[in-house]
């Protein structure tokens, strides 16, 4: 498995927000998001070649049982499944960061699904193949519903500009069902300006839909600096 980077910091994201806990980032993604914030796993990838035992053995140095898979986007990542279940064995909380763009039978605690509106296809002339592949790809409501069924979950939308809402709403209406205190919204921002900028009235947005706020505590806390 091709891993990015393995760290020990605080969830910065979601529900278990503030909760210290065990990163396995892993590199390789089948999107090109253009506001990434993480381009060392999917404009530019990189990274080594880890096994199992290798994984679990870096996390035994942690002192938590929170477990996140990260990255990139882990559902692509080679033998993620039997990570998930090796994580459960030994007694981990595991929570999954995903696009849900595709399915692979894994485990999880807590399914972080984080759907790409179209505000993050790339918009840059060197983009190459990409706007088309990412426009094309970003949106599977099939995987996104059957992530949902598989565990505690959180829809997690970054949004970049009020008209984004229209977006959300509309996958939401595609989805059999779901719980409005489980969809959070977040401001798009790659530092604490950018967040402040739009966190206002993100955060009205969300009053008024019955949504959750979501903020990025690792940029207020560290910026947005890798392994944080």
Avoid at 96 to 112: F, G, M, N, Q
Avoid at 136 to 160: C, E, G, P, T, W
Avoid at 165 to 173: H, K, P, S
Wanted: hydrophobic share 35%; glycine share 8%; charged share 25%.
């Amino acid at each position: 498995m091709r891993i990015n980077s393995i760290f020990f910091s605080i969830q910065g994201e979601g529900k278990l927000a503030g909760a210290p806990s065990a990163f396995v980032r892993t590199s390789g993604c089948n999107l090109r998001c253009r506001w990434c914030d993480t381009p060392e796993t999917s404009w530019h990838p990189a990274g080594d070649s880890l096994g199992i035992d290798e994984i679990m053995a870096r996390l035994g140095e942690f002192d938590t049982k929170y477990v996140v898979l990260t990255g990139g986007e882990p559902l692509i990542a080679r033998d993620v499944e039997s990570l998930t279940r090796r994580l459960r064995r030994d007694g981990y909380h595991v929570t999954l960061e995903t696009a849900a763009t595709v399915w692979k039978d894994i485990v999880c605690d807590l399914a972080s699904i984080s759907p790409k509106l179209s505000n993050s296809t790339p918009r840059d002339g060197n983009a190459g193949q990409w706007p088309r592949r990412h426009e094309r790809s970003r949106i599977n409501v099939d995987v996104i519903a059957r992530l949902m069924s598989l565990a505690d979950y959180q829809l997690k939308f970054v949004i970049d500009a009020p008209q984004d809402i229209d977006e959300v709403d509309g996958l939401l209406a595609c989805l059999p069902t779901y719980e409005p205190d489980s969809v959070l919204l977040m401001p798009q921002g790659l530092n604490t300006q950018e967040l402040t900028s739009r966190g206002a009235w993100v955060a009205e947005l969300c009053e008024r839909k019955g949504f959750g706020y979501c903020p990025r505590l690792h940029i207020e806390l560290f910026g947005n600096v890798p392994g944080t």
